[in-house]
């Protein structure tokens, strides 16, 4: 009986694997052609909240003085989280060579559960671009983002878009491993987006139309937590507005550094996973709880092979329920995002990735974690 639930548990968990992965296939990819962008197109807002970002605000910036899209059409909004750096100083210097409409926002230190919420409320009332893009600092961006963002906006009429996010080149071992589970969450955003059904987003990459995040309050009303800035906004435009997008074109994706330390990693997991059980939506949620639940299983089976429980070929046959799926869908990413060379590296991720989901869905139960040398919650 207690194999039997685990059995239709790994079934379904594999099944789900495989749904994510022919939808992931199903989305077409989207391609920028040359006479989609005229004088006439969507004004854009683009902001990039940072805090302590003085080793990488240029490279963005210079990214962004040499997008394809005309420079007079586009405005960036660079929003100072109170840095103890010389970010302000190095964004005060760019905009002398900046291309572009760029503005420098500072804020000053105040208590806050949600710094990144209040950088973009305080903002988004005096930006002057229909669509609102939103990266980070610490990203890098293609000479087609902004003009491919835009093109799908005005073929869609999309009122939140979500877009892929991937890391910069690694070499190391464990960014192979960081770079292969964090394309894992990419897809399964995009898939279950496929569905009409949003269930995670990244804020590194999201547009919006401003008049949708005035339509449903912006961040009013969502829990007061310093992750969720992104997810949180597209379930409640997609809830009140409908309209809710995702992108699936390599121009439009963002790269970003992956975790520079293990510590780095579990506190930025941390913060993500803090926010599940803050979902007011019940397809996230829902997931959330089933990833885990399948996950605790396979490490059960592994505890009661121990016992004698259960047999090795018992044992075996769930953990290729959870492997052969996941082996399809997560080299189908790969292959989207050009990093073929990773596929090795997708067996010890599958071996690693139960104690995984367990250790964070766990820990995210104590909410309080470092992030930008503060401590939040």
């Given at each position: 009986?207690?194999f039997?639930?685990c059995?239709?548990?790994g079934?379904?968990?594999?099944?789900?694997?495989?749904?994510?992965?022919?939808?992931?296939?199903?989305?077409?990819d989207?391609k920028l052609s040359?006479?989609?962008?005229?004088s006439e197109s969507t004004?854009v807002?683009?902001?990039?909240?940072?805090?302590n970002?003085?080793?990488?605000i240029?490279?963005?910036?210079?990214?962004?003085?040499?997008q394809?899209?005309?420079?007079?059409l586009?405005?960036?909004?660079?929003?100072?989280?109170?840095?103890?750096?010389?970010?302000?100083?190095l964004?005060?210097d760019?905009i002398?060579q900046?291309?572009f409409?760029?503005?420098l926002?500072?804020l000053?230190?105040?208590?806050?559960?949600?710094?990144?919420k209040?950088?973009i409320?305080?903002?988004?009332?005096?930006?002057i671009?229909?669509?609102i893009l939103c990266?980070?600092?610490d990203?890098?961006v293609?000479?087609?983002?902004?003009?491919?963002?835009v093109?799908?906006?005005?073929?869609?009429?999309a009122?939140?878009?979500?877009?892929?996010?991937?890391?910069?080149?690694?070499?190391?071992?464990?960014?192979?491993?960081?770079?292969i589970?964090?394309?894992?969450?990419v897809?399964?955003?995009g898939?279950?987006?496929?569905?009409?059904?949003p269930?995670?987003c990244?804020?590194?990459?999201?547009?919006y139309?401003?008049t949708?995040?005035?339509?449903?309050?912006g961040?009013?009303?969502?829990?007061?937590?310093?992750?969720?800035?992104d997810?949180?906004?597209m379930?409640?435009?997609h809830?009140?507005?409908?309209?809710?997008?995702?992108?699936k074109?390599?121009?439009?994706?963002?790269?970003?550094?992956?975790?520079?330390?293990w510590?780095?990693?579990?506190?930025?997991?941390?913060r993500?996973?803090?926010?599940?059980?803050?979902?007011?939506?019940?397809?996230p949620?829902l997931i959330?709880?089933f990833v885990f639940?399948?996950?605790?299983m396979?490490?059960?089976?592994l505890?009661?092979?121990?016992?004698?429980?259960f047999?090795?070929?018992?044992v075996?046959?769930?953990?290729?329920l959870?492997?052969l799926?996941?082996w399809l869908?997560l080299?189908?990413l790969?292959?989207?995002?050009?990093?073929?060379?990773?596929?090795?590296y997708?067996p010890?991720l599958?071996?690693v990735?139960?104690f995984?989901v367990?250790?964070f869905g766990?820990?995210a139960?104590?909410?309080?974690?470092?992030?930008?040398?503060?401590?939040l919650?």
């Amino acid at each position: 009986m207690l194999f039997n639930g685990c059995l239709l548990l790994g079934m379904a968990y594999g099944l789900f694997t495989l749904f994510l992965w022919r939808s992931w296939k199903k989305i077409p990819d989207y391609k920028l052609s040359g006479n989609q962008i005229s004088s006439e197109s969507t004004k854009v807002s683009i902001l990039i909240p940072v805090r302590n970002e003085a080793e990488n605000i240029l490279a963005l910036l210079q990214d962004l003085n040499n997008q394809s899209y005309p420079f007079h059409l586009f405005e960036v909004w660079v929003i100072n989280d109170a840095s103890t750096d010389q970010t302000a100083q190095l964004v005060q210097d760019f905009i002398s060579q900046a291309r572009f409409s760029l503005h420098l926002e500072n804020l000053i230190e105040e208590p806050t559960l949600s710094p990144k919420k209040r950088a973009i409320t305080h903002t988004i009332p005096k930006t002057i671009g229909t669509l609102i893009l939103c990266t980070d600092g610490d990203c890098r961006v293609g000479a087609e983002w902004v003009a491919t963002i835009v093109s799908f906006y005005e073929q869609t009429n999309a009122r939140f878009i979500s877009a892929p996010v991937t890391f910069l080149a690694v070499e190391t071992f464990k960014d192979n491993l960081f770079t292969i589970e964090f394309g894992s969450l990419v897809g399964a955003g995009g898939a279950t987006l496929a569905h009409n059904r949003p269930t995670m987003c990244n804020g590194a990459n999201i547009a919006y139309q401003k008049t949708a995040f005035e339509a449903v309050g912006g961040y009013a009303a969502t829990p007061k937590i310093a992750s969720g800035d992104d997810e949180f906004l597209m379930h409640k435009i997609h809830e009140k507005l409908g309209g809710v997008h995702f992108l699936k074109s390599q121009a439009a994706t963002v790269e970003t550094a992956a975790p520079a330390s293990w510590k780095f990693f579990v506190q930025q997991r941390k913060r993500w996973a803090s926010k599940w059980k803050h979902y007011s939506q019940w397809p996230p949620k829902l997931i959330a709880i089933f990833v885990f639940l399948a996950n605790a299983m396979l490490l059960l089976s592994l505890l009661l092979w121990g016992f004698g429980v259960f047999d090795r070929y018992q044992v075996q046959l769930l953990w290729l329920l959870k492997c052969l799926p996941e082996w399809l869908y997560l080299g189908n990413l790969l292959h989207f995002f050009k990093r073929k060379n990773l596929y090795w590296y997708i067996p010890l991720l599958q071996l690693v990735y139960p104690f995984y989901v367990c250790f964070f869905g766990l820990l995210a139960q104590k909410p309080q974690y470092q992030w930008k040398n503060r401590s939040l919650e």
